[in-house]
């Protein structure tokens, strides 16, 4: 696993000051705030998947990636005080963190790495989540990539690695691997946000790796209690595409809890 396009590489043994201040950003929450009239002001990060058309990633590569990618953006310098994303980025976070998946493979996937932001490569899968912008604001480069138009077969990838957070998804809801990777993304960001300084620190030195899995309908119930118990974050969507409003969609676990 690996991050490229990172200006801040956290290399210090100690959390540094910008991202303790990154840090208490996400632990005060987001915004929420309603959209503007104007839809090109809309906030919104895009999330760029490498979904070649010869042997494509897993699924849950894919989405582990895209989720610590999308992370990574929220914890990087650039995101801090002075950084050069900073108003881009608390823009998009004090309103709506509205996500937008879009797939790329070739000269498309080169063009994207033009573009602000931070990539993310884990088990042979990439993933790239953008620098914040409003929606008339997108580079025509990510604007032209499709949002939607190919998927991947659910995979079976094994045990999740206990020292990483665990996104759990609930596959009943039939998303698309762009919707997921907007969920999954959503979701990596609630539980950097609800775990200690230190905790957030260590999974920023090791890349933001987490893994994704699909949870059965056992699984899932087991995960809704730790959720009630204050031991793991849900995402609940609001509902825009796909799947209808208050949806829960991704449970995150934080690291060496035991599978449900």
Do not use: N
Not at 42 to 50: D, G, K, N, P, T
Not at 180 to 186: E, K, N, P, S, T
Not at 226 to 253: C, H, K, N, Q, W
């Amino acid at each position: 696993m690996h991050a490229e396009d990172t200006a801040g590489r956290w290399d210090s043994a100690d959390p540094t000051a910008e991202f303790r201040a990154l840090h208490a950003e996400l632990a005060r929450g987001y915004g929420g705030a309603g959209d503007p009239d104007d839809p090109d002001l809309v906030q919104a990060m895009q999330m760029v998947l490498h979904l070649p058309k010869v042997d494509p990633p897993a699924r849950s590569a894919v989405l582990a990636a895209a989720a610590a990618a999308a992370v990574a953006v929220c914890l990087d310098e650039r995101s801090g005080p002075g950084g050069v994303w900073e108003a881009r980025y608390l823009a998009w976070k004090r309103a709506r963190i509205r996500k937008v998946a879009r797939r790329a493979r070739g000269a498309q996937w080169r063009a994207a790495h033009e573009v602000d932001g931070v990539t993310v490569e884990i088990g042979g899968a990439l993933a790239r989540a953008l620098a914040p912008s409003t929606v008339g604001a997108v580079d025509a480069r990510i604007r032209r990539l499709q949002i939607g138009g190919t998927d991947l077969a659910h995979d079976e990838p094994g045990p999740p690695d206990p020292e990483f957070p665990v996104l759990w998804v609930d596959p009943r809801l039939g998303m698309t691997v762009g919707k997921a990777a907007a969920q999954v993304g959503h979701a990596s960001m609630l539980l950097a946000g609800a775990l200690p300084l230190e905790a957030v620190w260590r999974w920023s030195r090791a890349g933001f790796a987490c893994s994704v899995r699909d949870a059965d309908a056992r699984q899932w119930a087991a995960l809704t209690d730790r959720v009630a118990a204050g031991a793991a974050v849900a995402v609940r969507d609001a509902g825009f595409t796909e799947i209808a409003p208050g949806s829960l969609t991704v449970i995150a676990v934080p690291p060496q809890a035991p599978a449900p």
